[in-house]
């Protein structure tokens, strides 16, 4: 039981450059969010996922964009990457309201 | 929006002392949890704990919702207890969005 994967672990883009962030989890949880985190802060919602077809914006979702197509995959786009994207992005899943969320362990991103 | 304040910032001890961390929140919630961020960064889900009291071997949470703050206790501190413990609470018809705390970072020296 893996939880939720995410993939690369590590990226380094050249500025203006597109790139996917891979999520997946075999919990089978319809909740499906992505979170990035900057030095010293805590995570900020980029955006959210309340099941398969299903996706809204969180408080930074600028630049990002997301699909679900499935239950068990989210992707993230970087769009046209930024020095300002910078950042460790993490996938979280739950269940739903009155239950915990479960991270990835996170892909630290990397844009000169 | 909701705003979730964590005390203290940083917080050293040596090893086998006991500590608290706080976190206070300025709405009602109906989510909150507490995380331990380890060295290599990867984040531990503690406790899920909209409020009341639980307990997990040597750490232990108690939320009081009605006064909007809750506790994080370790007992006995161990060197792998290091690293940044965060509150991240949803807000009552927010719709699934974590809003997190600074953090509290902790340093155990043996």
């Known amino acids: 039981n893996a939880g939720v994967t995410q993939t690369p672990k590590f990226q380094v883009l050249k500025t203006g450059q597109s790139m996917t962030l891979q999520c997946a989890q075999d919990?089978?949880?319809?909740?499906m969010s992505w979170y990035r985190q900057d030095p010293g802060m805590g995570l900020r919602l980029i955006h959210y996922?309340?099941?398969?077809?299903?996706?809204d914006q969180g408080e930074v979702p600028n630049g990002y964009n997301v699909s679900r197509s499935t239950t068990e995959d989210f992707p993230l786009r970087l769009l046209s990457a930024a020095p300002s994207q910078t950042s460790v992005y993490f996938c979280?899943?739950?269940?739903?309201?009155?239950?915990?969320?479960?991270f990835g362990s996170g892909t630290r991103l990397t844009v000169v | 929006g909701i705003q979730v304040e964590q005390s203290p910032p940083d917080l050293i001890l040596q090893e086998g002392a006991n500590s608290t961390l706080r976190c206070n929140f300025s709405?009602?919630?109906?989510?909150l949890q507490w995380f331990h961020q380890n060295p290599w960064g990867q984040l531990i889900n503690l406790f899920y704990?909209?409020?009341?009291?639980k307990q997990n071997g040597r750490l232990s949470a108690t939320t009081v919702a009605t006064e909007r703050y809750s506790l994080l206790y370790i007992s006995s501190s161990q060197t792998t207890d290091s690293g940044v413990y965060f509150c991240?609470?949803?807000?009552?018809?927010?719709?699934?969005?974590?809003?997190w705390g600074a953090g509290t970072k902790l340093i155990i020296k043996p």
């Open positions: 979280a899943t739950h269940r739903g309201l009155d239950y915990g969320y479960t």
């Open positions: 919990m089978n949880h319809e909740y």
């Open positions: 996922s309340v099941g398969a077809g299903i996706t």
């Open positions: 709405d009602s919630v109906n989510n």
């Open positions: 704990i909209p409020s009341g009291t």
């Open positions: 991240a609470v949803e807000r009552k018809g927010s719709n699934y969005q974590l809003i």
